[in-house]
């Protein structure tokens, strides 16, 4: 029974409990058990006749015990869902609506969320108390030193229809109001009332403040629960828009104030130049390449670190150091990328994410250039090739001790006098240095891999960037080096943030790295989805009722059962825009005429364009029939149809012909012997020729057979609403019928 059909009057007093450890969000509230006794008792009184059953009565969902807290329980009694209540403080006389989150607390207690004691003025006189806040915190002390006592009423609200929201502060500007207040009130509202104060936490830590200014229908609250709400947001007054608009073009500029290049998107083969900060970033964005072929990202610079993530559902935010896809740490003064073709994974990335770091303290200015190329896979064949290339050199050339270098045997001698006089050769890496060198006393080489460098600094970022240990900062993970981290948090950090495909917002996928649910694993969902996805909701073909995170594999069912369907039948008129039979709006084909309730119909035509051959007599073999479709035939070639959108083949109107009986008669005969009779060429109406180019319009694309897209147009009269009626019920084409 709906709710606006029961009615229930019950009111109490309450003392705000001191003590408990529930987390109350919202507008929500908790109520002694005994007050959902009362409440089916008044909504009993009202309704219907009380009936009581010894522990058989169905546990109800406001209710937090069970059959075993009570030996009488309310059987076949409704409460208006939800339920509802008006607050209302004694002491000041401020109100507010709230929903009820459960009937656990103590007898003549009440549980109030800290919005709901913001809004009745209700101090936190708990002095140490276990009370677990939710979103909002206050350090106020109670002056009378009293108890604060609050008035409940059972009222019952409107659905909310439209709601006025009004920023206090200027700059908001998330990237989702719908999914963001959607999501917000679904979890934590039932009620709003109006003149209150409304802080929605955004995901990304924001916070925002609305004035909830008005609400329809007309009056001091509405309900939120399973209702379309129609909000609205604007400023409190101009200045305030004004200040909006400043602040979030003033986010918008990229330019960075320390001198680092702004960022920009690239194209592929054009290289571009710029300058970078030490310590600093430069993002840049890749929108389009082709998915086929890998790419090549190339950048020169001295210190310039390059990293790359994709923009996807499952990558949002930009790379750095320590949170990066692909990486390139190299000391090089060129160092690349090479990212190859990946299949679906490719088809899910909007674009690429390329961002420069310039490693250093010094706020230095450090010149880059970067170029992004198309690359292809190498061939087996060039791969072997190049394997089996061997280095040749000349009989006549000889290779030098010291520096390894190939040259003719009658410089040899002299070149080894002086080089190894003045150089020495790296025994591990074989390069070869100047003994008195700089480079010489400062080249290291690591003692747990193959690295090596020239300076000092390189040798402490290396073993920063590869030998040190870093907590994340999202989860208690400690990663063994950055490279170690990156991966981490672009993989099973519960902190990376993914773009939920049921809540429509930026969020942490949140869960167990270590120890994921089996619905995530079976779904390839990740916890929070997981989570979000266990709101139900109703398919929009067989009204039934599914889990979100269950729609894509119910709406397989239904491509398999429309798979199943048996194609219908059209009219043999090549003109003509229909089926022998129709379908039900499911697909379905429509029931066929029994023997007796229609004529024989012995030409395949639908009823319309049989029905000018009809005549009720007794013809067994067809030749009246035949005779009849004759002289229509020879009436269309000498006389035509007199309509300008004719566009039959075998007409006079349409093809502009000038023939007589006598000369028509040849062309006639092959269409009405058995072979001709198999497509008919009838002219049609202007309503019935407008829907068969619709229908060869919607075959063209080759995901629906011609006959299928003909019933689609029959049934719907509509091009838009033929396509997605096909969409929702037609079997699409196999490749091998395309």
Not at 114 to 135: K, V
Not at 254 to 265: D, K, P, Y
Not at 435 to 444: I, L
Not at 509 to 519: I, K, T, V
């Amino acid at each position: 029974m709906a709710s606006q059909n029961i009615s229930l009057t019950w009111t109490r007093d309450y003392t705000v409990t001191q003590n408990f450890r529930t987390k109350l969000l919202g507008d929500k509230i908790i109520l002694p058990k005994s007050a959902l006794e009362q409440l089916l008792a008044a909504s009993s009184a009202t309704n219907a006749p009380t009936r009581y059953v010894t522990n058989s009565a169905p546990h109800t969902h406001y209710s937090s015990f069970n059959s075993q807290s009570s030996n009488l329980q309310f059987s076949n009694i409704q409460l208006p869902q939800p339920l509802t209540f008006l607050l209302v403080n004694v002491k000041n006389g401020k109100k507010v609506h709230a929903g009820i989150q459960e009937f656990s607390a103590k007898e003549g207690e009440i549980g109030l969320s800290p919005f709901l004691r913001e809004a009745l003025d209700i101090s936190d006189f708990s002095n140490g108390s276990e009370y677990i806040s939710g979103d909002i915190t206050t350090n106020k002390s109670i002056t009378d030193g009293g108890t604060p006592r609050i008035e409940v009423h059972s009222k019952q609200l409107p659905k909310g229809l439209f709601l006025r929201l009004r920023p206090l502060d200027a700059g908001y500007n998330p990237a989702d109001w719908k999914a963001l207040l959607e999501k917000y009130l679904r979890e934590n509202f039932t009620t709003l009332t109006r003149g209150e104060t409304l802080t929605v936490q955004a995901p990304t830590s924001e916070v925002f403040r609305f004035l909830i200014d008005e609400v329809s229908p007309k009056g001091d609250g509405i309900c939120v629960v399973d209702t379309d709400l129609v909000v609205d947001i604007e400023a409190l007054n101009e200045e305030q828009a004004r200040e909006t608009l400043k602040q979030i073009i003033s986010k918008s500029q990229t330019e960075n104030i320390s001198g680092s290049s702004m960022v920009n998107e690239l194209n592929m083969w054009q290289q571009v130049k710029g300058k970078l900060s030490e310590g600093e970033y430069v993002d840049y964005t890749l929108p389009s390449w082709d998915r086929s072929q890998g790419i090549e990202v190339k950048v020169s610079g001295q210190d310039i670190e390059l990293f790359i993530s994709p923009f996807s559902s499952r990558q949002r935010v930009r790379p750095r150091e320590d949170e990066h896809v692909w990486g390139n740490f190299s000391t090089d003064l060129e160092k690349q990328i090479i990212i190859n073709p990946q299949g679906k994974e490719n088809e899910e990335i909007e674009h690429l994410n390329i961002s420069l770091h310039a490693r250093g303290q010094n706020k230095a200015l450090r010149e880059y250039s970067i170029q992004i190329r198309p690359r292809s896979l190498p061939s087996f064949e060039e791969l072997k090739n190049s394997q089996d290339e061997v280095e040749s050199h000349d009989q006549n050339n000889e290779q030098c001790k010291t520096c390894l270098k190939w040259l003719p045997k009658n410089n040899l001698f002299l070149h080894e006098n002086y080089c190894s006089r003045n150089n020495i050769v790296c025994s591990l890496c074989h390069n070869v240095f100047q003994k008195k060198s700089q480079e010489w006393k400062d080249h290291w080489h690591c003692e747990y891999d193959t690295f090596f460098g020239q300076t000092v600094d390189s040798k402490k970022s290396h073993d920063y960037i590869f030998h040190t240990s870093k907590p994340c900062s999202n989860c208690p993970y400690i990663a063994k080096n950055l490279i170690d981290l990156a991966a981490h948090r672009t993989t099973v950090c519960p902190g990376k943030i993914i773009l939920c495909q049921f809540c429509h917002l930026e969020v942490p996928q949140e869960g167990d790295p270590l120890n994921p649910s089996p619905e995530a694993l079976i779904y390839n969902l990740t916890a929070h989805e997981v989570s979000d996805g266990a709101r139900t909701t109703q398919c929009h073909l067989c009204s039934k009722i599914i889990r979100l995170r269950d729609v894509s594999t119910h709406m397989k069912h239904h491509d398999l059962e429309n798979s199943k369907k048996v194609q219908p039948t059209i009219c043999r008129n090549v003109y003509c825009c229909r089926t022998l039979n129709g379908v039900e709006n499911d697909g379905k084909i429509r029931r066929r005429p029994q023997f007796g309730e229609a004529p024989t119909n012995l030409l395949g035509l639908c009823d319309f364009c049989f029905g000018p051959f009809y005549v009720n007599m007794h013809d067994p073999e067809g030749k009246a029939l035949r005779r009849r479709v004759e002289r229509r035939y020879l009436s269309q070639l000498v006389s035509g149809c007199g309509k300008s959108w004719c566009r039959n083949r075998y007409c006079k109107t349409a093809q502009n012909l000038n023939l007589t009986h006598k000369t028509a008669l040849p062309l006639v005969k092959p269409l009405i012997d058995p072979d001709g009779l198999k497509k008919l060429h009838l002219c049609v109406d202007n309503n019935n020729n407008s829907f068969k180019i619709m229908a060869e319009t919607l075959a063209k694309d080759k995901r629906y057979s011609l006959e299928w897209c003909i019933a689609a147009l029959e049934l719907q009269r509509d091009f838009d609403s033929a396509q997605t009626w096909l969409n929702n019920w037609a079997p699409k084409l196999d490749k091998e019928n395309k």
